[in-house]
């Protein structure tokens, strides 16, 4: 299984960027599937969590601005970045729980991470 992110750049304050992050090999399902973000010399955080049935959750920093989707039948999941802040810049992961074909559970996977920067 490999999760391909794209989208991530440099933008103003107050700029958007678009997270895209495509799930690709033998899959059966896949459950959850969102995005954290880690800074050098930090812990990995969510940021947005969105489960096979659309429910979805948001880190407090995020709320109001980020909206994440997911189109499962590209097996993608997004990230719309609104109103972004200089604090936003990071390092973004995709995430996705997935069952493989022929496995009986799901798995944790992670994508490469998408530097996104917010700067003047």
């Known amino acids: 299984v490999q999760l391909q992110a794209s989208g991530g750049g440099l933008v103003q304050p107050g700029g958007s960027l678009r997270l895209s992050c495509v799930a690709s090999?033998?899959?059966?399902?896949?459950?959850?599937m969102g995005w954290y973000r880690q800074a050098p010399g930090k812990q990995r955080e969510l940021v947005a969590l969105?489960?096979?049935?659309?429910?979805?959750n948001y880190a407090d920093s995020v709320k109001g601005r980020f909206t994440i989707s997911r189109d499962n039948t590209k097996n993608t999941v997004y990230l719309q970045m609104d109103g972004l802040k200089p604090e936003d810049t990071d390092v973004y992961y995709c995430?996705?729980?997935?069952?493989?074909?022929?496995?009986?559970?799901?798995?944790?996977?992670w994508g490469q991470g998408t530097q996104v920067t917010v700067s003047s």
């Open positions: 090999g033998s899959i059966f399902s896949i459950r959850d």
């Open positions: 995430y996705a729980n997935i069952r493989l074909g022929g496995d009986l559970y799901a798995s944790d996977y």
């Open positions: 969105i489960s096979g049935g659309g429910s979805r």
